[in-house]
């Protein structure tokens, strides 16, 4: 018996009891014919974070939620590697984030540069104009790594920008970008750095105290392992003095970061009303990953991926980065196989094993198919019956 056709038999009842319950008459009507998902996020998530998302909710105020909120910034400070002081859990999905980032910062006429090497990093020019700024792109292809003195050349030529995007983890294009260089490059010249880091936070080495950076975004439902809904941030003191600078503030807006320090930092209150279930489920995906240790978590997401690479190479299909180096540890990508599409490929493997797996986004949508190894996800066994639904797919 292969690992795909015994998966539900196994996998189902075995590794993931919770999972069982969906099979239930009306149970999710949403994830009909899905056991298991292997995309790019939202991501599977572990029965003890489906446990704490259930638990019965709480006044925001009660003290003892005031302490369980601070609890959880000090362990998100930890997977940040930063101070807790640093730490912000915007209540919204990671697109809130990042467009409080740029909104917060920018100033009409400013100019931001925006280094990107797909769908993502090219988004954050849509905020810059949205705040009255002027994006200037550094773009390369969307399956490739930056050249790092290109883009040094690129920062000399613009001193003047006031700010600098870019995307550690480009979901699209399963790529990692090297932008440590980037950024500690663009702070000396004066500018201030704001990354995404929403697909590389917990399953990548990242560092946003050593690596200079102003403002990084998360999210909580990709590797980090909790349903879509908190927008998890760090912020530099140099950030908080270029929002309160600005010609016209951010303030008394959902979008307000100043709000937030203003409030939560400043006093333990908050601007509105949080979410405290999808609290619960934040600290509870905090807290393994720390019982893990953070290393061995980012060493597991490098190891279901090169896992999965190796599995896709062997069955002579081509991985859409054109250097391996450049691959990312959270998502895998890979060219459509001739003769194929990638819906009659997904809808298969649905219907024949249950097993989810991701599409092209935006521009490079019918181009590449994408499997992620994020969080809960992000185990060999996992990846093994993937592969072995993928490949019995493509046979038929």
């Not at 809904?229 to 307000?256: D, F, Q």
């Not at 896992?307 to 895998?332: F, I």
Request: aromatic share 10%.
């Amino acid at each position: 018996m292969s690992i795909a056709s015994g998966w539900k038999n196994y996998a189902f009842q075995h590794i993931n009891p919770v999972v069982t319950i969906q099979a239930l008459p009306m149970w999710n009507p949403a994830r009909e014919g899905i056991d298991f998902m292997m995309t790019a996020g939202p991501v599977e998530v572990s029965p003890r974070v489906l446990s704490a998302l259930a638990q019965p909710s709480v006044y925001h105020y009660y003290p003892k939620f005031i302490e369980f909120f601070d609890s959880t910034t000090e362990n998100l400070a930890k997977v940040f590697r930063t101070r807790k002081e640093n730490v912000l859990i915007l209540q919204g999905e990671g697109v809130l984030g990042l467009e409080a980032s740029v909104t917060c910062t920018v100033d009409p006429g400013e100019k931001v540069l925006v280094i990107e090497n797909g769908p993502f990093g090219a988004w954050f020019a849509d905020y810059v104009r949205n705040a009255g700024g002027t994006p200037v792109f550094f773009h390369e292809e969307p399956n490739r790594g930056f050249d790092q003195t290109k883009i040094k050349a690129f920062l000399e030529q613009h001193r003047d920008a006031a700010a600098v995007t870019m995307v550690h983890c480009e979901t699209p294009a399963g790529l990692l970008n090297d932008i440590a260089p980037i950024c500690r490059e663009a702070k000396r010249l004066g500018m201030l750095t704001i990354v995404d880091c929403v697909a590389s936070l917990a399953g990548a080495d990242f560092r946003p105290d050593e690596w200079g950076i102003d403002i990084s975004t998360s999210a909580s439902q990709k590797c980090v392992g909790a349903p879509a809904a908190l927008a998890p941030m760090t912020v530099s003191e140099r950030a908080w003095k270029k929002m309160e600078s600005k010609k016209k503030p951010v303030r008394n807006s959902y979008l307000s970061l100043l709000d937030w320090k203003d409030s939560w930092l400043a006093s333990k209150r908050f601007p509105f009303t949080p979410f405290t279930n999808d609290m619960y489920a934040l600290n509870a995906a905090l807290e393994e990953i720390l019982e893990e240790g953070l290393d061995n978590c980012i060493a597991r997401h490098a190891d279901a991926a090169q896992y999965c690479r190796d599995g896709l190479k062997k069955m002579d299909l081509e991985l859409w980065p054109l250097d391996e180096k450049d691959c990312s540890p959270t998502v895998t990508t890979f060219h459509i196989p001739e003769g194929r599409t990638d819906a009659e490929i997904i809808d298969a493997m649905v219907k024949k094993y249950g097993i989810l797996i991701g599409a092209g986004y935006k521009q490079l949508k019918g181009h590449l198919l994408r499997i992620g190894t994020m969080g809960y996800e992000a185990k060999r066994h996992f990846v093994a019956a993937t592969l072995d639904a993928l490949a019995d797919v493509l046979k038929e």
